[in-house]
C-alpha cells in the first residue's frame, strides 16, 4: 500500500468523524426564546376545583379590589375556601383564622342552583366569625 492510498484513507475517516458532529447551540436558543416568548404571552386563569355557575346581574356595582377571602359553594353543598376544598363542619374554623389573620372581607359564589340555606349558612359564618365586609359574587 502506498503513502498516498494511505493518506487519502485517513483524510475520508477524518471527514466522517467532523461530519457527525452537530452544532445544537442554535437549536437551544430557539428553544428557549419560544419557551420565554410563551411564558410571556400566556394568560393565567384562577380555577376552582368545584364548578359553580353564578347567576347573572343586570345592574352592578362596581367596587375596589380588595384581599378577600372568597368562599364558593355547589350546587351540592360542597364549600370551598380561596380554593380548598372544606367540609361545612370545619368552614367555622377554617372561616375565623382567616380573620385573625386580618382578611376582614368575605366574598362568597354561590351557584344559581345552590340552596338558600347554604348561602345564609356562610354569611351566618361571616358573622360570626368577625368579617366587616360581606360581598356575593356574580356573572355581568
Known amino acids: 500500500m502506498s503513502i498516498a492510498s494511505r493518506d487519502s ?16 447551540t442554535p437549536l437551544i436558543d430557539i428553544v428557549f426564546q419560544l419557551l420565554i416568548f410563551f411564558l410571556l404571552t400566556a394568560t393565567f386563569q384562577e380555577s376552582s376545583s368545584l364548578d359553580v355557575d353564578l347567576a347573572r346581574a343586570k345592574n352592578q356595582q362596581k367596587t375596589q379590589k380588595t384581599e378577600a377571602v372568597i ?17 361545612p363542619g370545619g368552614l367555622e374554623s377554617y372561616l375565623c383564622a382567616q380573620s385573625n389573620n386580618g382578611k376582614r372581607t368575605l366574598h362568597i ?3 344559581k342552583n345552590s340552596k338558600h340555606e347554604d348561602l345564609v349558612f356562610a354569611m351566618d359564618l361571616a358573622k360570626t366569625c368577625g368579617f366587616e365586609s360581606l360581598g356575593i359574587l356574580h356573572q355581568n
Do not use: K, M, Y
Open 9 to 24: 484513507g485517513h483524510l475520508r475517516h477524518r471527514r466522517r468523524q467532523q461530519s457527525s458532529v452537530v452544532d445544537l
Open 109 to 111: 359564589r354561590a351557584d
Open 71 to 87: 368562599v364558593s359553594i355547589s350546587s351540592r353543598g360542597a364549600f370551598e375556601v380561596d380554593q380548598i376544598l372544606v367540609d
